[in-house]
């Protein structure tokens, strides 16, 4: 079956680096993605990291994939006030010739200065 | 490149009502899919499709139904309102059927009162 799962909260001061951490239970994933919710607002993809890589770093950010514990992190380098939102993964899943996405139930990241 | 285009931004309608949603993919996408938000349930998907036909459906009540037209616009409809159908109802595009990215809009907050 397919659930993901992710803390509902973190907290991190200006500057400090920021670890979002997820767990998923389906193998058959095909990709990983992180996106970024802010209030009022629709889901903005972040990154996304292929289901046989490690590591995935793109700027800021760096993807870590452990997928024999089926464990994804972000983690946001010199978190910024603007960096505060909820923070979802979400898994790819091929199914039925298409293919759907099972997010987690978001982290709140809050920035303080 | 115009974005994931959602109409209307904000809908108010009664129990018993129906609705109709739009959803216009970023041009030259050809798959749509649709998600559920609420503060309870989360992230939930409703459908998929790409080149008119429907791919996948979650598991929501046959009151939720979509369709997609030759120009990949797609439309949602829900009938016989219930007010556990308040939630932030979102769209995502994709160029193929199993490209990796997919792009949100910015989503239809639908209020039932």
């Known amino acids: 079956g397919e659930d993901v799962e992710q803390s509902l909260f973190l907290s991190v001061r200006e500057g400090d680096s920021s670890v979002i951490n997820c767990t998923y239970t389906d193998s058959s994933s095909t990709y990983l993605y992180w996106y970024k919710q802010e209030p009022g607002a629709g889901l903005q993809l972040l990154t996304y990291?292929?289901?046989?890589?490690d590591m995935k770093q793109d700027q800021r950010l760096t993807v870590l994939l452990n997928k024999k514990d089926k464990h994804l992190s972000l983690r946001i380098a010199d978190t910024q006030t603007g960096d505060s939102a909820i923070y979802f993964c979400?898994?790819?899943?091929?199914?039925?010739?298409?293919?759907?996405?099972?997010f987690g139930t978001g982290t709140q990241l809050k920035v303080e200065l | 490149k115009a974005g994931v285009t959602q109409t209307p931004r904000y809908l108010i309608k009664t129990r018993g009502q129906q609705v109709t949603l739009s959803c216009s993919p970023i041009s030259g996408h050809r798959s749509v899919s649709w998600y559920q938000q609420t503060p309870g349930q989360g992230l939930q998907f409703l459908f998929e499709?790409?080149?008119?036909?429907?791919?996948n459906k979650g598991n929501f009540p046959g009151r939720f139904s979509g369709r997609q037209f030759s120009n990949s616009r797609s439309e949602m409809n829900v009938s016989t309102l219930e007010l556990g159908d308040s939630a932030l109802y979102l769209c995502?595009?994709?160029?193929?059927?199993?490209?990796?990215?997919?792009?949100f809009g910015q989503g239809t907050r639908l209020t039932v009162v």
């Open positions: 499709y790409f080149s008119e036909t429907q791919r």
């Open positions: 979400a898994e790819g899943i091929l199914t039925g010739g298409g293919n759907k996405l099972t």
């Open positions: 995502a595009s994709r160029a193929g059927q199993v490209n990796t990215e997919a792009f």
């Open positions: 990291i292929f289901s046989n890589m």
